[in-house]
T-cell receptor, first 109, second 115 residues
Framework: GNSVTQMEGPVTLSEEAFLTINCTYT??????LFWYVQYPGEGLQLLLK?????DKGSNKGFEATYRKETTSFHLEKGSVQVSDSAVYFC????????FGTGTSLTVIP | EAGVAQSPRYKIIEKRQSVAFWCNPI?????LYWYQQILGQGPKLLIQ????????DSQLPKDRFSAERLKGVDSTLKIQPAKLEDSAVYLC?????????????FGPGTRLTVT
């Protein structure tokens, strides 16, 4: 069946550090891949998406590339800010949305 | 554009009681989803509506959970009777099309605590 595996957190980084959150998936067919972000007290928001292999999604300085050969969609940002502190969810579509367990990120000044 | 509205934001009940959650999707969105998010886990789809018809309810515990979407607009999710393991955040989301490549817009959620 379809599933998403995210790196476990929590992750704590200093401001301006490089961020990588790993996400790998198992799926039949050709799913679309997503990263959602959940800020404290708020609902999930779409951060970026990629709909086919080798596509790169990007938004607010975050990037992720759809790698079919490694079944991965790792999230990266070159320089994190305190305002990036949130929980990040990797997700894919099959016959429905499948979410990972989430990775909590805390950025300290 | 107004976002997805949910109420209440928080609810505390005792086991075996009943509870209902309400969701008002973004205007014009045909597809509505209810998710259950247990602490430390990702959201799990409970039910998906397309207009006022059910598309997928395969993971809805139908012996205690029910949901309806009258007139294809707002929706209610009910739990009767509640169990301790139902403690979670219940998320509502909507999207403009029945296509999984389109973005889902999430409400703030209702945090349910069952004691």
């Amino acid at each position: 069946g379809n599933s998403v595996t995210q790196m476990e957190g929590p992750v704590t980084l200093s401001e301006e550090a490089f961020l990588t959150i790993n996400c790998t998936y198992t799926a039949t067919g050709y799913p679309s891949l997503f990263w959602y972000v959940q800020y404290p007290g708020e609902g999930l928001q779409l951060l970026l998406k990629a709909t086919k292999a080798d596509d790169k999604g990007s938004n607010k300085g975050f990037e992720a590339t759809y790698r079919k050969e490694t079944t991965s969609f790792h999230l990266e940002k070159g320089s994190v800010q305190v305002s990036d502190s949130a929980v990040y969810f990797c997700a894919l579509t099959g016959n429905q949305f499948y979410f990972g367990t989430g990775t909590s990120l805390t950025v300290i000044p | 554009e107004a976002g997805v509205a949910q109420s209440p934001r928080y609810k505390i009940i005792e086991k075996r009681q009943s509870v209902a959650f309400w969701c008002n999707p973004i205007s014009g969105h045909a597809t509505l989803y209810w998710y259950q998010q247990i602490l430390g886990q990702g959201p799990k789809l409970l039910i998906q509506f397309q207009n006022n018809g059910v598309v997928d309810d395969s993971q809805l515990p139908k012996d205690r959970f029910s949901a309806e979407r009258l007139k294809g607009v707002d929706s209610t999710l009910k739990i009767q009777p509640a169990k301790l393991e139902d403690s979670a955040v219940y998320l509502c989301a909507s999207s403009p099309w029945d296509s999984l490549t389109y973005e889902q817009y999430f409400g703030p959620g209702t945090r349910l605590t069952v004691t």
